[in-house]
């Protein structure tokens, strides 16, 4: 069982920066952060393999990246250049693709989830 739990939302201001962080109690093959914004469908924002391959969406290419600090359990989101449309809850999942998948698959990989962490850029 993995439990997750992200922290590092809050406001900002466009064109600035933001470190969202999702600290995990066990492991996965793959992590990824999701986002959900009021009158949009769930996002996805970017995942990363347990090889360390990552994907992105295409709206956060250039200015999001994600990574992982093994040794603390730790998955990040750095968020630069962040814009009002990428005002959302974001939420960090963990789960497991099948053999020979990415971890882009699907989203049902991921079948565990935080609690989300709230994400307001103003202009």
């Known amino acids: 069982q993995v439990q997750l739990v992200e922290s590092g939302g809050g406001s900002v201001q466009a064109g600035g920066f933001l470190r969202l962080s999702c600290l995990a109690s066990g492991n996965a093959d793959c992590m990824g952060w999701f986002r959900h914004a009021p009158g949009k469908e769930r996002e996805r924002v970017a995942d990363i393999g347990s090889d360390g391959s990552t994907t992105y969406a295409e709206s956060v290419k250039g200015r999001f990246t994600i990574s992982k600090d093994s040794a603390n359990n730790t998955l990040y989101l750095q968020m630069n250049s962040p814009t009002p449309e990428d005002t959302a809850m974001y939420y960090c999942?963990?789960?497991?693709?099948?053999?020979?998948?990415?971890?882009?698959?699907?989203?049902?990989?991921?079948?565990?989830w935080g609690q989300g962490t709230q994400v307001t850029v103003s202009s």
């Open positions: 999942a963990a789960g497991s693709p099948p053999p020979g998948h990415r971890c882009d698959v699907t989203p049902r990989i991921f079948g565990y």
